[in-house]
C-alpha cells in the first residue's frame, strides 16, 4: 500500500515539474508547427486523401524525423529528473528509509515508464487529432497509400487498411512503451553512475 501511495506521488512530481511540463509543452509545439505545415498534394495518384498522410510518424516530413531525433532526450528527461531532484535536496534518503530500497526502485521504475511514455505521446495524441479534424479520410485506399505511409511488404499492411484506428493506438502505444523504457534506463543509470562517483 506504501509502495502504491508512493508510485502515485511520484508520479505527481514528475507531471508537475517544470522540466517535464516544458518538453511535453515543446513537444506539443513541434506537432502543432507540423500540422500547420504539412499538406497533402491532391492529384490523380491521390484521390482519396486520409488524415494518416499527415500524422508524424506517417509521412515522410523534416518535423516528423526530428519528433523522433528528440524522442529519446524528451524521454530521458522522466528518469533523470527522478534521480535528480531528490539528490539535490537528499530527499532519496528519507523516501528510502519510509519503503525499502526494493520498493523504492519499482516505484520509481514504474514512475518513470508511465511519465515517459506520456512526454512523448501526447504530443502525438494531439498530432492525430488535428489531423483528422483537417482531413476527415478515413477509408484508405491500398492503391494511394502503397510506398507513403507504410509499406506493403509489412506485415502490419492488413491491419493498416482493415482496421486504421486500432493500427494507430497501437502505434501510440509502442511509442509510449519505447519511450517509458528511455526513460527506466536512464533512471538506472543515473543510479548507477552516482554510486560509482
Avoid: C
Avoid at 514528475?14 to 522540466?19: F, H, R, Y
Avoid at 524525423?65 to 539535490?88: C, D, F, K, M, W
Avoid at 491500398?142 to 494507430?168: D, R
Amino acid at each position: 500500500m506504501k509502495t502504491l501511495r508512493y508510485t502515485k506521488l511520484q508520479i505527481q512530481r514528475l507531471l508537475n515539474d517544470s522540466l517535464i511540463t516544458s518538453w511535453i509543452a515543446i513537444g506539443v509545439v513541434i506537432v502543432v508547427f507540423h500540422q500547420l505545415n504539412s499538406n497533402i498534394t491532391r492529384g490523380p495518384w491521390n484521390p482519396n486523401p486520409t488524415a494518416y498522410q499527415m500524422i508524424i510518424g506517417f509521412d515522410f516530413s523534416s518535423l516528423s524525423s526530428l519528433y523522433y531525433l528528440i524522442l529519446p532526450i524528451i524521454a530521458s528527461v522522466a528518469g533523470v529528473t527522478l534521480v535528480a531532484e531528490r539528490q539535490y535536496n537528499h530527499s532519496d534518503l528519507l523516501e528510502k528509509s519510509r519503503i525499502n530500497k526494493h520498493n523504492y526502485l519499482l516505484a520509481n521504475t514504474l514512475a518513470a515508464l508511465l511519465v515517459g511514455g506520456i512526454i512523448t505521446s501526447l504530443p502525438l495524441i494531439v498530432d492525430s487529432l488535428v489531423a483528422f479534424v483537417r482531413e476527415q479520410g478515413m477509408i484508405i485506399d491500398p492503391f494511394t497509400v502503397q510506398g507513403q505511409v507504410i509499406p506493403t511488404e509489412s506485415s502490419y499492411f492488413k491491419i493498416f487498411l482493415n482496421h486504421p484506428i486500432a493500427f494507430l493506438v497501437g502505434y501510440i502505444a509502442l511509442t509510449f512503451m519505447f519511450s517509458g523504457g528511455y526513460a527506466i534506463i536512464s533512471f538506472l543509470m543515473f543510479l548507477i553512475f552516482k554510486k560509482k562517483v
